[in-house]
């Protein structure tokens, strides 16, 4: 089947600017996680879901962040107001339950430039 | 969650054998070890994952030290493509806690 789709994969946004990047996870799967990595650095948690609740949002660097999933399905990470340090792949998992004894399958990242 | 400590960096030849060491000593009782890789332009991807014995798969096997303050994944016979960073994350909890990982380079 379909793995976890992420869209755009490229996104250059100008600082300022609000962005929005989306995630399609494996059908069926509970658990959602956004990350957050850097050039050169490994993945950082930014949030999580179960279903549609937003269970653990301690890793999102600001306000201006802000993730949804409303029918615990397609995710949405929203970016407001973007600055140049935001730069970043914004990396989407899905994993099937409860994630501490199980793999989590990773999206291709999009690619967030702040010019 | 656990600080794990990896090499920067590992060389390797194709068709030997590798062994990537993680030491995790604040590691908990109820944390599981889990082994994940990243490709160049790729998410990361999972590899293997344990508790407390060893584990087999079609990627990999991962050796558990008794005292479960170390492990070490195993990759029977290197190919080019295994060539990526590779993380160990002791936890057990809502989210994966990536450190610096391991880049793995293969050499024909």
């Known amino acids: 089947g379909a793995g976890v789709s992420q869209s755009p994969r490229y996104k250059v946004a100008k600082r300022g600017q609000d962005v929005a990047l989306r995630c399609d996870p494996i059908?069926?799967?509970?658990?959602l996680f956004w990350y957050q990595q850097a050039l050169g650095q490994g993945p950082e948690f930014l949030t999580y879901?179960?279903?549609?609740?937003?269970?653990?949002k301690s890793g999102l660097p600001s306000d201006r962040f802000f993730a949804e999933r409303p029918e615990g399905s397609v995710s949405t990470l929203k970016i407001q107001r973007t600055q140049q340090e935001d730069s970043a792949v914004y990396l989407c998992?899905?994993?099937?339950?409860?994630?501490?004894?199980?793999?989590?399958?990773f999206g291709q990242g999009t690619r967030l430039t702040v010019v | 969650d656990a600080k794990t400590t990896q090499p920067n960096s590992m060389e390797s030849n194709e068709e030997e054998p590798v062994h990537l060491p993680c030491n995790h000593s604040?590691?908990?009782?109820?944390?599981?070890i889990h082994w994940y890789r990243q490709l160049p332009s790729q998410g990361p991807e999972y590899v293997i994952h344990?508790?407390?014995s060893n584990v087999n798969n079609r990627m990999a096997s991962l050796a558990i030290a008794e005292d479960r303050k170390s492990s070490t994944l195993i990759l029977h016979r290197a190919t080019l493509r295994d060539a990526a960073v590779y993380y160990c994350?002791?936890?057990?909890?809502?989210?994966?806690?990536f450190g610096g990982g391991t880049r793995l380079m293969v050499k024909p």
């Open positions: 998992a899905s994993s099937r339950n409860h994630p501490g004894n199980t793999e989590a399958f």
């Open positions: 059908s069926g799967h509970v658990s």
């Open positions: 879901f179960q279903n549609e609740a937003q269970l653990d």
């Open positions: 604040t590691i908990s009782g109820t944390d599981y």
């Open positions: 344990g508790l407390t």
């Open positions: 994350i002791p936890g057990r909890g809502n989210m994966l806690t």
